[in-house]
């Protein structure tokens, strides 16, 4: 119906909307354009493949049923899920995107004739190697994403799985890969072709496992950058431009976010992928852990200090996501700033278990986003302030990064809490983050601990204001 | 000699990655989470791929293996593409100003 040079251009306009999308994110208020450019450029591209096969038999309407399940599954998840999950959602959609790169590229090695490929046994070799490329990176994006999923989820312990010879095994198989890419393409064999997808399925589960739940950001962000490439692999495979495009835009975005978490954390990109982190130093710090004296204090302790301030700095963390203590906090904040008391919010780039999780939370909670601030720009202000409240944060707040070269967290960018005239400080009890080290800040003279769960905490605090 | 395509669409590839690279970079912070979302939506695009492979059988049974793993993939890749897109909007919506009257 449509000419392959018409349709071309056609995928290159979706994948020009698609970098659109992404443009539109630099700010709030061009976000929403952004979102419909990237949904035109979907729609775009659907449409040109419908016209481009030509095919509106049968098959055309199972194609339609099978969008219309899959869509409605996806919509009444988008409505239903609350904010608090999702790091978990977008592991499971991570896990979506690989799966479907593997079955495109299974499909397309059984039948290479619908795409253009050569025949079975006789595939073109560019073809094969992008193929089988592009399946091997979406089983590792599946099982990776899936192991991710189940760690967020608390259905698999969010402690690193780590074993003997582990990192052996883990490159001998990233070798045999390689080796098994290289002997598909010169054999043409299914066999290998199956092979090829298991082990990389395995080497997904095993890249993930040693990986701690605080570490996830950087995992989430790395799996989002593989589902970029997997989208690649095939793109090539099937000659597409969008689906090209979209891949490296996807992949870089990964990527990008991926080295923002891990410089949020000084640590390497291979210091966290190697994982195991906080396994080796809780056992040390146990042992030698001193009785140190902490002031700590009730609610009523709280509403007093913050209704004598003039400025407060809120820091939330994971523990805030945790107890959905985000709107019981806006509420807090509600009546402080009826007090004429200043309240901002400060970001650290690794709060929360995804990048910006905590931004989502807040603007769940109806928090204006001109209020809250990333680390850089609010952290010279914990000096000018009066109270800062630390809500389900820990090592983000560890005076110990700047001070103490031993500690595994040296050097880690962290927020400048101490510095405040008074620091409230909810949290359960004393134990330590997840770095597995103390918190020097629980010690301070001008830290007051509140232990309870954060939401009970807050809310106890709005009825004494 | 001719060139091969290939090159044309390596050329295509290398440089989407340095758009992606500036662009990324510009996403402001506390737009984090809808960056991964909608990436997550826009690389479903994938279905392109899936909806061939769907479409492969003949007349006589739309159904072979080849393209019982396409249309398998289609329901993944549109999972994705409505929740992905969906659930970006939602959160994009929630991502207010400060009222200037207050």
């Known amino acids: ?465 | 000699m001719e060139i091969d395509p290939l090159i044309f669409r390596l050329s295509i590839f290398i440089l989407s990655i340095f758009v992606g690279y500036y662009v990324v970079w510009s996403v402001t912070p506390s737009l984090h989470t809808p960056l991964m979302s909608v990436t997550n939506a826009i690389s479903s695009v994938i279905i392109v791929g899936a909806i061939i492979a769907g479409l492969s059988g003949n007349s006589e049974s739309v159904f072979n293996t080849s393209s019982i793993f396409g249309f398998l993939a289609i329901a993944l890749a549109a999972v994705n593409i409505f929740g992905g897109f969906l659930v970006t909007q939602r959160m994009l919506s929630m991502y207010k100003k400060k009222k200037k009257d207050k």
């Open chain 1, 1 to 465: 119906m449509i000419s392959a040079n018409l349709s071309a251009i056609f995928y290159l306009v979706s994948g020009v909307l698609f970098i659109l999308a992404l443009r539109g994110l630099s700010s709030p208020e061009t976000s929403r354009q952004g979102n419909l450019f990237g949904i035109l450029g979907m729609i775009i591209a659907i449409t040109v493949t419908f016209l481009s096969t030509d095919n509106f038999s049968t098959g055309f309407v199972f194609v339609l049923i099978f969008i219309l399940v899959g869509g409605s599954i996806g919509a009444f998840i988008a409505y239903r899920i609350p904010m608090t999950a999702m790091p978990e959602l977008v592991a499971g959609f991570h896990s979506l995107v690989g799966l479907s790169a593997v079955f495109v590229a299974i499909s397309a090695f059984l039948n290479p004739e619908a795409f253009n490929l050569g025949v079975p046994g006789n595939i073109k070799l560019g073809s094969l190697i992008e193929m089988s490329i592009g399946a091997a990176v979406g089983a590792v994006t599946f099982s990776g994403s899936v192991i991710a999923f189940l760690k967020l989820q608390g259905i698999m312990s969010g402690s690193p799985i780590t074993f003997k010879g582990q990192h052996l095994l883990n490159a001998i198989i990233l070798v045999s890969i390689v080796v098994l890419i290289y002997l598909l393409c010169s054999s043409q064999s299914s066999n290998l072709f199956w092979i090829l997808l298991v082990v990389s399925f395995l080497i997904g589960f095993l890249l993930i496992i040693p990986i701690g739940g605080a570490d996830m950001p950087v995992v989430i962000s790395m799996l989002n950058s593989y589902s970029g490439w997997a989208a690649a692999g095939i793109g090539f495979t099937l000659e597409n431009t969008a689906l090209i495009i979209t891949g490296a835009l996807v992949g870089s975005s990964g990527a990008i976010l991926s080295y923002i978490m891990c410089k949020g954390m000084n640590r390497s990109f291979f210091n966290v992928i190697l994982g195991g982190f906080g396994a080796t130093e809780e056992t040390a710090s146990n042992s030698n852990k001193e009785q140190r004296p902490v002031k700590s204090g009730n609610a009523d302790d709280a509403a007093f200090l913050m209704k004598n301030a003039s400025s407060v700095i809120i820091v939330p963390g994971y523990g805030m996501a945790v107890a959905q203590a985000q709107h019981a906090l806006r509420e807090m904040v509600d009546t402080l700033k009826k007090n004429d008391i200043k309240v901002s919010y400060a970001i650290h780039p690794v709060a929360g278990r995804m990048p910006g999780h905590m931004n989502v939370l807040l603007a769940e909670a109806n928090v204006p986003y001109d209020e809250v601030f990333e680390l850089e720009e609010i952290n010279n202000d914990f000096a000018n302030a009066d109270v800062a409240f630390v809500i389900g944060a820990n090592d983000v707040t560890n005076p110990v990064a700047k001070t103490d070269p031993q500690s595994p967290i040296y050097g880690m960018p962290v927020l400048d809490v101490e510095k405040c005239k008074s620091v409230l400080f909810v949290k359960r009890s004393l134990s330590p983050g997840y770095a597995g080290i103390d918190n020097d800040l629980f010690y301070k003279e001008n830290t007051l601990m509140l232990f309870a769960d954060a939401k009970k905490m807050t809310e106890d605090i709005t009825k004494n204001l």
